[in-house]
């Protein structure tokens, strides 16, 4: 298993523990809207509870509903945001 997948599982699970959700975590697709009636369904509360998991999870925090809006999509969207943030988080090189 690569180091990507082993991070969508470790959201999926996140999801299925933190939000208490009904579906299993091998059922959530990688794209699959998180939020609306053709996804999981997830609310705004579910967004707010998401947020505070993943900081706790992955210690990646999401700043404002404007980020939020776009990396709290799905389980793909999720994934690419921990990533950015974790390399963004690197020393920048020290300016000559």
Do not use: C
């Not at 997948?5 to 959201?11: A, Q, W």
């Not at 967004?47 to 809006?69: C, D, H, R, W, Y």
């Not at 776009?70 to 990533?83: G, P």
């Amino acid at each position: 298993m690569s180091d990507s997948d082993d991070l969508r599982r470790r959201i999926k699970e996140m999801l299925v523990k933190n939000l208490m959700l009904q579906t299993p975590a091998e059922q959530i697709g990688d794209d699959l809207p998180l939020f609306g009636p053709n996804g999981l369904g997830l609310d705004s509360i579910d967004a707010l509870e998401l947020a505070v998991s993943m900081e706790k999870t992955f210690g990646v925090g999401v700043p404002n509903a404007e980020i939020a809006t776009k990396a709290l999509r799905s389980v793909n969207t999720i994934h690419d945001y921990i990533l950015e943030k974790r390399g963004s988080t690197a020393e920048p090189a020290p300016s000559v």
